[in-house]
């Protein structure tokens, strides 16, 4: 037969000893090291878009304002009479827009997306013109 194991209490009462608050501090300082990972990393993947992403983003605003360019300028012509000539012009606007959104908006993300570690950022402002 086993002999019970020897479960001796402390004699304080039950209160934590150095080894229990020692152990908790560390268990406290793990849960915050991993609560501030997880924060690092929900700001990471919110800042960096993937690639698919991006393309689906800007080819979607493009198309939208073509789209409405072009369907203002189709109720024009329905409303003045105009046939073709109205569209045709809102059209050109519309892609206009559409040029103008997606430059602001690749300016916006490449600014908000650090460069690469080591990548060569062109010549800086201690390097001499020449």
């Known amino acids: 037969m ?8 402390p004699k304080d009462g039950g209160k934590p000893g150095a080894l229990t608050s020692d152990l908790a501090a560390r268990i406290a ?6 609560a501030a990972e997880a924060s690092e990393a929900d700001v990471v993947q919110a800042r960096d878009m993937t690639g ?16 409405v360019g072009a369907g203002i300028g189709y109720l024009l012509d329905l409303w003045l009479g105009t046939s073709p000539w109205i569209l045709l012009v809102m059209l050109i606007v519309g892609f206009a827009a559409g ?3 997606i430059t602001k908006t690749v300016a916006a993300m490449n600014q908000a997306t650090p460069p690469p570690p080591g990548s060569d950022l062109g010549p800086g402002d201690d390097d001499e013109d020449r």
């Open 99 to 101: 040029v103008l959104n």
């Open 29 to 34: 300082r793990a849960r915050g090291e991993r």
């Open 2 to 9: 086993t002999e019970p194991r020897d479960t001796k209490r």
């Open 52 to 67: 698919l992403s991006r393309g689906l983003r800007l080819g979607s605003e493009f198309v939208a304002a073509v789209l």
